[in-house]
Every structure is written in structure tokens, then in C-alpha cells.
């Protein structure tokens, strides 16, 4: 009985030390936030000259993380990557121009959305396409970045065309340019940018040709809904004060100009 006791009170410090050490590993992650995305989309998410995240999601996450009291960490993962690190805890949200949808809803959570776009087509000047239509025939080639929405609504809506598949939107962009692939089907900014880079064997299609417009948010788990609720009250704030018209001025200045001449509705 003695030496039963000896050894529990030997064992009680230990108890204690473990515990503490438990409650400040604790504490030290309630003050940070990780934030996933794929540095891959610029001038949202990318990385400067020095290979430190950047762009306007990257500011965003700062704001949000400021507003928190708490260090921001970004997560640059790839974008099949994204919403598995989420479910698992390797991060507390997504901010990569994550657009809302059905399918994604049913596993994760959504904040409100912080911006708007429509799918936009990036098409060979020599492949006698100016529509949607024009795409959906037989032997046209249209080329869509793998789990996108382009793809999504290829696979939901283009019968008639070859569609080919691609993990990387810069091979998408090059199936377009060397005349492999009459068209790319993607969010209107990427288009605009492309289209930029390749004037000489290109065209932007930019008017939205789907019936609704697709919302971005901020992606989270789903019984984080504390969380939930701080974020959506940042962002109707950053909407109230001009945050968002600030990122634009910023960031994509030139793609304003264009979709304002084109009577278009902007992103912000």
C-alpha cells in the first residue's frame, strides 16, 4: 500500500507538467490562424519575387486574421488538396476564389459570398468561335482545369464537343494557344489575364453565358459555425467600408477598365 502511494505521488508532478504543457500548446494554436490556398491564381493568390504568398486573398487573410488578435499562417496547398485539409484540421479555412457550390456544401461550410464571377471563354483566334455555342460541336476541343467549374459545366452542359481535362491551367492556356483546343473554359479575371499574355493567338470571350453568376467565399468546416460568424461579419464590413473596391484598385485596376467598357459586372 505504501509503495502504491509512493509511486502515485512520484507520478503527480508529471500529471501536472503534462497538462500544462497540453494547455499551452493549446493556447498558442488558439492564436493562430491557418489559412489554405493554392498560390497558383494571380492577382488573388501567388507569391512576390522572394516567394512570400501575396495577392488579394493574401491580404484579405491578413485583415481577417488582425481582426482576430491572432498570427496568420498560409497553407500553400494544391487545389485538389485544399478542401481535405480543411475537413481534417491542417487548416481553419479556405481563401483561394473558391466558388460556392452544391456539391461542396454537402461536406464544408461557406461564408457569405465576398465576390462574383461568370465563366468566361479563352479561344483561338483561328477557331471561328464567339459563343458557347460555337464550342458545342462536333469537332471542336475545349480544354478545362480539372475539378473546376469550367468542368463542371462542360460536363454538365457541352454534348457535342471533345473535352479535355488538365490538373494545371497553364496547360489548359497552352492547348488554346498552339491551336490544340479551340477553347478554355474558365472564371472571367484568368481569361482576361491569359488573353493579355497571348494577344497575337488569342480572343476573350468575357460575357457571362450561364444563367446565374457564380459567388466565392471563404470555405470552412461545418461545426465551426462561431467562426462562421466572424467572418461573415468582417466581410459585410469590408463590403460597407470599401475594402473590397480597395483590392480593386489595387489589383486588378486594368480588368476594371476592360469589363466597365464592356458593360460587365465586376467581381467587387
Not at 502511494?5 to 503534462?18: D, S, T, V
Amino acid at each position: 500500500m505504501k509503495r502504491l502511494l509512493l509511486i502515485l505521488l512520484l507520478a503527480i508532478p508529471f500529471l501536472f507538467i503534462a497538462c500544462s504543457d497540453s494547455t499551452k500548446q493549446s493556447k498558442e494554436e488558439n492564436k493562430v490562424l491557418k489559412v489554405g490556398m493554392e498560390l497558383a491564381y494571380p492577382p488573388f493568390e501567388m507569391s512576390d519575387k522572394e516567394g512570400k504568398p501575396t495577392g488579394v486573398s493574401v491580404d484579405l487573410a491578413k485583415m481577417i486574421a488582425r481582426s482576430m488578435n491572432k498570427e496568420l499562417v498560409i497553407e500553400n496547398i494544391a487545389w485538389d488538396g485544399l478542401i481535405p485539409s480543411l475537413k481534417t484540421g491542417k487548416v481553419d479555412m479556405i481563401i483561394s476564389s473558391m466558388t460556392i457550390t452544391k456539391e461542396r456544401e454537402k461536406s464544408i461550410s461557406f461564408s457569405i459570398p465576398y465576390a462574383k464571377s461568370a465563366l468566361a471563354i479563352l479561344a483561338n483566334k483561328d477557331s471561328n468561335v464567339s459563343s458557347i455555342d460555337d464550342l458545342d460541336k462536333m469537332g471542336k476541343t475545349v480544354a478545362v482545369k480539372k475539378g473546376s467549374t469550367g468542368h463542371i459545366y462542360a460536363q454538365q452542359n457541352l454534348k457535342n464537343a471533345n473535352v479535355l481535362v488538365f490538373d494545371k491551367e497553364s496547360a489548359c492556356v497552352l492547348e488554346v494557344v498552339q491551336g490544340k483546343a479551340d477553347g478554355f473554359l474558365y472564371d472571367q479575371l484568368t481569361i482576361y489575364r491569359n488573353n493579355i499574355k497571348h494577344k497575337d493567338t488569342t480572343i476573350a470571350l468575357l460575357k457571362p453565358f450561364q444563367k446565374d453568376f457564380e459567388y466565392w467565399a471563404i470555405a470552412l468546416r461545418k461545426d465551426d459555425t462561431k467562426l462562421k460568424s466572424k467572418v461573415d461579419e468582417f466581410i459585410q464590413k469590408a463590403k460597407d467600408d470599401g475594402t473590397f473596391d480597395d483590392f480593386a484598385y489595387k489589383y486588378l485596376a486594368g480588368a476594371k477598365k476592360t469589363f466597365d467598357e464592356l458593360n460587365i459586372p465586376f467581381f467587387f
